[in-house]
């Protein structure tokens, strides 16, 4: 299976402040996933980033709040920004490599805004 | 993509066989069934796939009926460690990349 590097681990940050969360994956990958989960709660798919075209946000989900890159097949990158105490979630990526709808998931980023 | 109803919670203890049920009404011809468990602070693991009748691998079976329209997660001889939130997908296999829309899952509490 893919193995998928989430940096940060986890984060404390400052209400109006942004975080970028990086996502690398050890195998090229057209499609990679960015998911919220809050406590308690099941995974909400934030969007999908293809590589080379902008991200398709999910409902309730806008780029100017998530701004996502794919710069290339290995990579993504998910900003959260201008943070509110609601944006406290773990943040997850993953990634389709087989082809047949099996995702292989990174370990989270657990954001906490003050 | 079809919508899974799952229960909420299930309790059981070490060594007994668990079986978590998964309602999916409106699958589709091309829809494949898949489970994922969760640990805490973890992501979601991939756990098995099928498209109809068994399934079997190390871990899980996965009992779909000619219907289709439910599945089940046979876990054999539970440990504690088993104790995590079960989902049940439902999508299209075989398609590279089609994004995968999580329900509420199962929490399933393995006693000692």
């Known amino acids: 299976s893919a193995v998928i590097s989430q940096k940060p681990s986890r984060d404390i940050c400052q209400r109006g402040t942004s975080l970028t969360i990086q996502c690398q994956v050890d195998?090229?990958?057209?499609?990679m996933f960015w998911y919220r989960q809050q406590p308690g709660q099941s995974l909400t798919l934030i969007a999908t980033?293809?590589?080379?075209?902008?991200?398709?946000?999910e409902s309730g989900f806008v780029i100017d709040k998530f701004p996502i890159s794919r710069p290339n097949l290995t990579f993504s990158t998910l900003t959260v920004s201008n943070m509110s105490p609601e944006d406290s979630s773990i943040y997850l990526c993953?990634?389709?490599?087989?082809?047949?709808?099996?995702?292989?998931f990174g370990a989270g980023t657990r954001l906490s805004v003050l | 993509l079809a919508k899974t109803t799952q229960p909420i919670s299930m309790d059981s203890y070490e060594g007994q066989e668990v079986n978590i049920t998964c309602s999916h009404n409106?699958?589709?011809?091309?829809?494949?069934i898949t489970w994922y468990q969760q640990f805490p602070s973890q992501g979601p693991r991939f756990i098995i796939q099928?498209?109809?009748t068994k399934v079997t691998n190390e871990v899980a079976s996965l009992f779909i009926p000619a219907d289709r329209k439910s599945s089940t997660l046979s876990l054999p001889r539970v440990s504690l460690s088993d104790t995590a939130v079960y989902y049940c997908?439902?999508?299209?296999?075989?398609?590279?990349?089609?994004?995968?829309?999580f329900g509420a899952g199962t929490r399933l509490f393995v006693k000692a």
């Open positions: 409106n699958i589709a011809t091309n829809d494949y």
């Open positions: 980033a293809n590589q080379g075209s902008e991200a398709t946000y």
């Open positions: 099928g498209y109809k």
């Open positions: 997908l439902v999508g299209e296999g075989n398609t590279g990349g089609f994004k995968t829309i």
């Open positions: 993953s990634v389709d490599w087989t082809g047949q709808n099996i995702q292989y």
């Open positions: 195998s090229q990958v057209t499609m």
